[in-house]
């Protein structure tokens, strides 16, 4: 064998080269893979530094709790309280804007978390004017912001009381602080300066804020220090790192109820437990309750209101606190009598008590009617004046339990007011209304309730999504109130869950490696696009070694002759091939290196757009080139073991007489090509006919399926036509002899030549189909139907805007002049519910474990638009899908088709899990997938699923808008210049479908280029087997030079020849291609890039031509004349 | 000398084979009246075949002259010398060289489409075709393909594809190496038959001492020179 591998080197070399061209390739595609998790988990490892967990707060927690923790957990750790908030900032001189800030009010332990991090400059630093900002590099990049320079960062400020309540409202701007600061520093976009909380290869804008000044600037002076987010970095390896759950058992027991917002009161008989937001959350009301009853206390569960005004007859009391109980069931809670010294009755829902005071400022008598007027708050924050008429069942004695102040908690803005016309509450109060009794009542009881109803009627009216309780009293059933008091504030932090509490533990660097992993296979992309670069190279190995084996026939029929079993001589020529793949695919593992780094500076580079940062660099995993080795050589080998498994049919003396592939032809023998190009063209006529029948018109499986029938009936048809028509014509060669020559020629190897134009046709076949496919972008948006669902607007803001804009009030509220809002009533402004969290489009490479969620409005739901790709029932109305549950748990879901199929790895009718507020799994069920359009980054639900498992998410932080094409930069600039202090930033929805469209642009790109590349290498596969023709055909060729025909009309014959093969391959693969695309054409409005198709296949062909007539021409300059003597 | 026949004079062929020179030819005159047959024969490597391309134009001699029909072919340039060749030069190899994805008539055609400008020539040459295989005795077998031929039909049609232009010199070499001895003989009847009835220069290079024995005029090469055999 060794001389059989010396001797032939030349071809060998060539076979060799091939397979190192095959093993580079696939082996390179492997290395990419490793590349991107290699280099995504870099990334992850140097933004996180030594961080393994965070607490992150839904609320701001106390700063100490950190402390309590390590602690308990032994000291061991390491941790920074943070105040992240999300905002957005201002150049204070260019007035460059950034949105999507992140604020860190950073104390000196979150640098000690970063190795190599030197201390953040933060605080007041000499020479600047305002306290000192530290900016990443692409925060600073974007302000256009350096050292010394003035900067006013927004953002929001958090509220205890939620804002979507009566008494949480605040004025439409009020929700948002601002700080102005000196930018004290620039640090790198890497380590401290990439911190960066959620997965994805964007850089962060990172603002470091010291942070007491952050703290004072969102809670006030001389409040308790909190902060919302406790990086925790472990001692040892990532393995020893406590779990979520283990951590939050920990948490729990160095929790106190005022961690969970809890205040427990004290009496002498009695305990009062309330919450500082207001409204006890039911998880907390639940864990009270459960307490209660298992101490055996006695509980009364009291809800306080606010109502406008008690009517009776024609008297009225403005502004009164009313509160819906049942009367108490100890009397250790408080007496509760009637002016006649009789207990109050239990209330029915069309009844209620008056307070001494209010009964006789109404003259109301037991049995008279009394309206209670009181303000309920919309979805966007309007405030609508309800009222219920009442009958008075009895007056209550101001004494006992109807004395109690506490029956009102600390109403915002009341509770300080020396009198009435001082308060200074969350919703409008007419001050003229107030009368001199009022202002005594005021001065006498405070905000003590007037009136009473029935709990069920109170939790009926004015319940709302945060609770439907301000406080529970508790009569002790054994020991004292002290005693009970002890007990709950024991117990409660237990019977609570961290997640209830508003806090949940992320194991940030264990999510974030596994998120490293990648939400695409870049392993199997890249083997996808290098598939025909890949099929190339194995069909030439083929190609080569088949020539070279022909090359041998004679050897290989004296060996056959002398008595050496076909299966012996296959078998020793498969070694050789094994020894030849071997040590090409050896040879091809530097090129694999070199072909990923090729691909990943493309990636960073031409192909930017498909991962949008330039991050990606070259990793060799350990395995890969083991693994790239050994699929290589099996690869070739397989391709080498079929090429030599026609060896076995030819007959020793055919060997001997030097024919080991030579078709001989006769006629009359092309009937199967026919009648496979007849079948699949019916089928592919069929599909076409279901497409359109079905309306999937876009769907790839029908373009693909159309394509591939018409690919393999037109290659089919080549087959029956290669080498002319058949049939008893006797000549076929008038006309223009020379193409009809070539044209006749190609049926002198038969297999070859459809071969060759079966590779030329696939290729291009893709190459086409996938173009067609690729659109130019400019959809019209303004089509409902579209993309963009008829909006021409998207954006999305830092801080929520609670207030509806579509309220005049509101907008004069955030400085829209009148002019500007008759403008923004004219068109349709749709606010979305956003839970933050990983983007699940193309965009991110990061495998996403959190997606981004948008609440879709009744409204919107209502209006409709987009297109759906599939839907889980056929209906007019798509949209009503996402109403309702599915099942207890199960919430029906919309998500962009791409975006679900490749990123969530899910589908129609798949479920992905999320978990809630509270803590608890949520199922999410892809009852519908939309087209290709804007909502690529998120999944949706309906927002009244999202208020009822994200409940303290308040306001909309997404917006799509419908102003005309001709006034969106106008429209856009208005709402980003009023609504600035919210980060609102607006981007044409075109831009937005764009950016979404270049990614999928560049990867087809990537794949044309790949593509075109293993075309150029199936066109230099078709130049050898024109050579190898051509040598096959030397003694042809002499006797034709014999017979008169000059070497160029020769030359000219053979590249017609080519030209045939090649047009052909390229024709059947475009006509495929474009038939393919042709529904999804037609459907979607879209045109041809017929400029940059037309350019590529004429490339193709040129360089097919060219390479040809080089071929043919170095082939035939050799003289022939020895091919015709007879010895 | 013949004014329509073939005359070499003082043919001269040498060939580099590595570093060595090898003297093929030494000095070959030959002269060849229209109608005249002549047969060659000479041991393997003595430059039969070297002379027969030599007088067909196929290559250049280093010395010496060769004239057909009066003409030196050589002072032609490289176009006209090729149609030149088409036109008055009719080859036979051993090899048949018919090509396997033509017909047995389009095999016969194949020179005749050489050349663009056959204007009317294309009928007249079809039907010169297919006398020339009814001659053959391939009258029924026009459409068939190579492959559906045995070998002494192949090497007949091969014989009406050198005809087909009604060359002036029809130049054989080894015709019936490759046949059975009934073929041969059937084969060398035709050549003999068509070349009686053409009035051509024809020769004939061959080891077979039976078919050399058929023709008036017998030349033998050796050491470079053609010594007729009388």
Redesign the interface.
Same mark, same amino acid.
């Given at each position: 064998m060794r001389r059989s591998l010396l001797y032939y080197w030349r071809t060998h070399l060539a076979v060799a080269v091939g397979a190192a061209v095959a093993t580079a390739v696939l082996t390179g595609a492997l290395i990419v893979g490793d590349s991107v998790r290699g280099s995504l988990r870099d990334l992850t490892l140097d933004r996180l530094g030594e961080i393994d967990v965070a607490l992150v707060g839904e609320r701001p927690f106390r700063q100490g709790l950190g402390a309590d923790l390590e602690a308990e957990l032994g000291g061991e750790l390491d941790l920074a309280p943070t105040l992240l908030l999300s905002g957005s900032a201002v150049h204070g001189a260019s007035r460059a804007r950034a949105s999507r800030v992140t604020i860190l009010g950073a104390g000196p332990e979150l640098a000690r978390l970063y190795p190599e991090a030197p201390e953040l400059p933060v605080g007041r630093q000499p020479g600047l004017l305002f306290p000192s900002v530290v900016l990443n590099e692409a925060l600073a990049g974007e302000l256009g912001a350096a050292p010394g320079d003035e900067v006013l960062l927004s953002f929001e400020i958090p509220s205890d009381v939620p804002r979507e309540t009566l008494v949480g409202r605040e004025e439409a701007g009020a929700t948002v602080g601002t700080l102005r600061l000196s930018v004290g520093g620039v640090i790198p976009d890497r380590g401290l300066g990439g911190l960066r909380l959620t997965p994805g290869q964007a850089r962060p804008m990172n603002a470091f804020v010291e942070r007491e000044r952050l703290q004072r600037a969102v809670f006030g002076r001389g409040a308790d220090p909190r902060v919302n987010l406790l990086l925790l970095a472990f001692p040892g390896d990532l393995g020893a790192t406590p779990g979520s759950a283990e951590l939050a058992d920990t948490l729990g027991s160095v929790m106190a109820p005022a961690d969970l917002g809890l205040e427990i009161t004290t009496g002498a008989e009695r305990v009062v437990v309330e919450s500082d937001r207001f409204v006890l959350d039911p998880a907390a009301s639940r864990a009270v309750l459960e307490a209660a009853r298992a101490s055996r206390a006695t509980a009364q569960e009291v809800l306080t209101y606010f109502a406008t005004a008690l009517r009776s007859g024609d008297r009225s009391i403005p502004y009164s606190t009313i509160s819906a109980l049942d009367p108490p069931a100890a009397p250790a809670l408080g007496a509760f009598r009637l002016v006649d010294g009789s207990p109050a009755p239990r209330l029915a829902e069309d009844e209620l008590l008056l307070n001494r005071w209010a009964a006789e400022d109404l003259g109301a008598r037991p049995g008279d009617e009394i309206e209670v007027e009181y303000y309920e708050l919309g979805a966007r924050d309007e405030l609508f004046t309800r009222s219920v008429t009442l009958r008075l069942a009895g007056v209550v004695e101001i004494e006992g339990l109807a004395a109690d102040p506490r029956l009102t908690p600390e109403f915002p803005g009341l509770e300080d007011a020396q009198d009435i016309s001082s308060w200074d509450p969350p919703f409008p109060v007419d001050l003229d209304a107030i009368r001199g009794v009022d202002e005594e009542y005021w001065d006498a009881y405070r905000s003590l309730p007037k009136a009473y109803v029935a709990a069920s009627l109170g939790r009926r009216l004015w319940k709302s999504r945060f609770g439907d309780l301000t406080s529970i009293r508790l009569a002790p059933g054994e020991g004292s109130a002290a005693e009970l008091a002890g007990r709950l504030r024991a117990e409660l932090p237990r019977r609570l869950s961290v997640e209830e509490a508003g806090l949940a533990f992320r194991q940030l660097k264990r999510d974030g490696l596994e998120a490293a992993r990648g939400a695409t296979d870049f392993s199997g992309l890249f083997l996808g696009l290098s598939f025909f670069l890949i099929a190339s190279a194995v069909l030439l190995v083929g190609l080569l070694f088949r020539l070279g084996i022909e090359r041998r026939a004679r050897e290989v029929g004296l060996l056959r002759a002398v008595g050496y079993r076909a299966r012996t001589v296959r078998r020793s020529l498969l070694a050789e091939g094994g020894v030849l793949a071997a040590l090409g695919a050896l040879a091809g593992l530097g090129g694999a290196v070199f072909y990923a780094w090729l691909m990943l500076a493309g990636l960073r580079t031409w192909w930017l757009p498909a991962v949008g940062t330039p991050v990606l660099f070259l990793h060799v995993g350990p395995a890969t080139p083991v693994i790239g080795w050994v699929a290589s050589v099996l690869v070739v080998l397989a391709t080498i073991w079929w090429t030599l498994r026609r060896l076995g049919r030819v007959s020793a003396a055919r060997l001997l007489a030097g024919a080991a592939g030579l078709d001989e032809i006769a006629a009359g023998r092309r009937r199967r090509p026919l009648l496979v190009a007849v079948a699949f063209s019916l089928l592919a006529a069929a599909l076409l006919a279901a497409a359109f029948a079905t309306g999937e018109t876009s769907s790839p499986g029908f373009a693909f399926g159309i394509g591939a029938c018409l690919l393999i009936a037109g290659v089919a048809g080549f087959a029956h036509l290669c080498g002319g028509p058949p049939g008893a014509r006797a000549n076929g060669l008038r006309g223009a002899p020379l193409v009809s020559m070539g044209a006749r020629n190609t049926g002198r190897n038969r297999g070859r030549s459809v071969l060759s134009v079966a590779l030329v046709a696939s290729a291009c076949f893709l190459i086409v189909a996938v173009d067609a496919f690729r659109g130019g972008g400019e959809a019209e948006v303004t089509d409902r139907a579209s993309g963009a669902g008829g909006f021409t607007l998207v954006a999305e803001t830092d801080v929520p805007v609670v207030a509806g804009l579509d309220r005049p009030e509101t907008l004069r509220e955030l400085g829209f002049s009148d002019d500007e809002a008759a403008r923004l009533a004219e068109i349709d402004l749709v606010p979305f519910r956003l839970l933050p969290g990983e983007d699940v489009s193309c965009l991110n490479l990061f495998r996403p474990e959190r997606p981004r969620v948008l609440g879709v409005t009744p409204e919107m739901r209502a209006r409709g638009g987009f297109s759906f790709q599939q839907v889980a029932e056929k209906s007019p109305d798509p949209w009503s899908l996402l109403a309702g549950e599915l099942e207890p748990g199960v919430l029906p879901a919309f998500g962009d088709f791409n975006s679900v199929l490749w990123i969530l790895h899910s589908g129609l009718g798949q479920e992905i899990s999320l978990e809630n507020e509270r803590g608890e799994t949520v199922r999410l069920r892809f009852v519908g997938l939309l087209a290709k359009g804007i909502f690529q980054s998120e999944v949706l639900i309906s927002e009244e699923n999202f208020l009822a498992h994200f409940p303290s998410r308040t306001g909309y932080s997404w917006f799509l808008a419908d102003p005309p094409l001709n006034r969106v930069e106008e429209t856009a600039a208005m709402l980003e210049s009023r609504l600035e202090r919210f980060g609102f930033d607006a981007t044409p929805t075109a831009e937005r479908l764009s950016a979404f469209k270049a990614v999928e642009n560049t990867y087809i790109a990537t794949f044309q280029t790949l593509g075109g590349f293993g075309l150029l290498l199936g066109t230099l596969g078709l130049g050898i087997v024109l050579l190898r023709n051509v040598l096959e055909r030397r003694g042809e060729l002499a006797m034709l030079r014999a017979f008169g025909y000059r070497r160029s009309t020769l030359a000219r014959m053979v590249v017609a020849e080519n030209a045939i093969l090649l047009l052909a391959g390229v024709g059947i693969g475009a006509v495929a291609g474009l038939a393919a695309a042709a529904p999804h054409l037609s459907a979607g409005g879209e045109t041809v890039p017929w400029l940059s198709l037309g350019l590529t296949l004429l490339v193709v062909v040129a360089v097919g031509m060219l390479a040809s007539t080089l071929a043919v021409a170095g082939t035939l300059r050799t003289p022939l004349l020895g091919a015709l003597k007879a010895e | 000398m013949s004014e329509s026949g073939l005359e070499l004079r003082g043919l001269v062929k040498s060939f580099e084979l590595g570093r060595e020179r090898v003297d093929v030819l030494r000095g070959v005159d030959l002269e060849l009246a229209p109608g005249e047959a002549l047969a060659i024969t000479g041991p393997?490597?003595s430059g039969k075949?070297t002379l027969l %391309?030599l007088a067909?134009t #196929?290559?250049r001699p280093d010395e010496g002259s060769v004239r057909i029909g009066g003409e030196d072919p050589f002072a032609l340039p =490289?176009?006209r010398l090729?149609?030149?060749?088409?036109?008055r030069?009719g080859?036979v190899?051993?090899?048949h060289?018919l090509?396997?994805?033509?017909?047995v #008539?389009?095999n016969v055609?194949?020179?005749t489409?050489?050349?663009?400008d056959r204007g009317d020539d294309?009928r007249r040459d =079809?039907s010169w075709a297919r006398e020339l295989l009814d001659r053959v005795g391939l009258g029924g077998r #026009?459409? %068939?393909?190579p492959?559906?031929l045995s070998g002494g039909e192949r090497q007949r049609a091969a014989v009406a594809?050198a005809l087909v232009?009604r060359p002036s010199l029809l130049l054989c070499? =080894?015709p019936t190496?490759n046949l059975d001895e009934a073929s041969a003989a059937a084969v060398a009847d035709l050549l003999i038959e068509l070349h009686a009835g053409a009035g051509s220069v024809m020769i004939v290079?061959t080891h077979s001492l039976d078919l050399a024995g058929r023709f008036a005029r017998r030349a033998r090469l050796a050491a470079g020179r053609l010594v007729e055999e009388r």
């Open positions: - | 393997s490597g075949s %391309h067909g #196929l290559d =490289e176009p090729a149609r030149f060749r088409n036109r030069v080859f190899f051993q090899d060289y090509l396997p994805q033509y017909t #008539l389009e055609l194949i020179p489409l050489a050349f663009a294309e =079809e #026009l459409a %068939h393909r492959a559906e594809r232009n070499d =080894e190496g290079v």
